[in-house]
């Protein structure tokens, strides 16, 4: 049963407009969540984070949004850029425990920016 | 370089073999996992190690699997008698002591068995 989801396998942007990337999760224990971003043949490089009692924070060109009451987050990159192509990950965590646990990831969506 | 450490980053290993895959966390960086990655899927946790403890493995195969984070040196995961069905990519990430910190990965292990 995955926890995470990420329905899109993939996702084609033009250069300079918006990329919008989403995840949902059914675990509502999770309270910490964290986008990834992965090229082939290397570790998954963290990007962006946001803890359950934000809606929303920014890094850059990188915001995350969460909608807890739908479970849903999203990881918005504006403007793109060749670089961004990639596979992005997005994982979920929870430290109601008091200590850090595994991360759950998603699939995946690879994320292709067109000149 | 900072970063997390894991080697060898590739190996090949026959049918019934050991393998043993090692990883550096990050300087200051006492909490260790290590993931697993099958083609076409995400990462699956496996195990998180402190210095000396196994803090939560419910994500490991409850045979042939083991890990270990000892007092000195880097952590370890070994596989014994190795199948085909371990063909994968193990990563290793570390984050610090605090909670709330986003555990940073190694450019992981392929692992391939013949």
């Known amino acids: 049963d995955q926890q995470v989801k990420q329905n899109s396998p993939s996702l084609s942007v033009q250069e300079g407009r918006i990329s919008i990337l989403n995840c949902d999760y059914t675990n509502s224990m999770f309270d910490y969540f964290l986008w990834y971003k992965k090229y082939p043949a290397e570790g998954p490089t963290f990007l962006i984070s946001?803890?359950?009692?934000?809606d929303k924070n920014e890094d850059g060109r990188f915001t995350v949004f969460l909608n807890k009451s739908a479970k849903h987050l999203s990881l918005h990159i504006v403007p793109s850029q060749p670089g961004d192509s990639a596979v992005y990950f997005c994982?979920?965590?929870?430290?109601?425990?008091?200590?850090?646990?595994?991360?759950?990831f998603g699939k995946g969506t690879h994320l292709i920016i067109q000149p | 370089n900072a970063g997390v450490m894991q080697n060898p980053r590739h190996l090949v290993r026959r049918r019934g073999q050991e393998a043993r895959l090692r990883c550096s966390p990050m300087?200051?960086?006492?909490?260790v996992y290590w993931y697993r990655q099958l083609p076409e899927e995400g990462l699956k946790f496996m195990v998180y190690?402190?210095?000396?403890?196994?803090?939560?493995e419910s994500g490991m195969p409850k045979e042939r699997f083991s890990a270990e984070f000892p007092k000195e040196g880097p952590s370890i995961l070994r596989i014994q008698q190795v199948v085909r069905g371990d063909s994968a990519a193990y990563f290793c990430?570390?984050?610090?002591?605090?909670?709330?910190?986003?555990?940073?990965f190694g450019d992981g292990t392929r692992l391939s068995i013949l």
């Open positions: 994982a979920a965590s929870s430290y109601s425990g008091g200590g850090a646990d595994g991360l759950t």
């Open positions: 946001i803890s359950s009692i934000k």
């Open positions: 990430a570390s984050s610090p002591r605090s909670t709330g910190q986003p555990q940073h």
């Open positions: 190690l402190q210095k000396e403890n196994i803090i939560d």
């Open positions: 300087k200051g960086h006492s909490h």
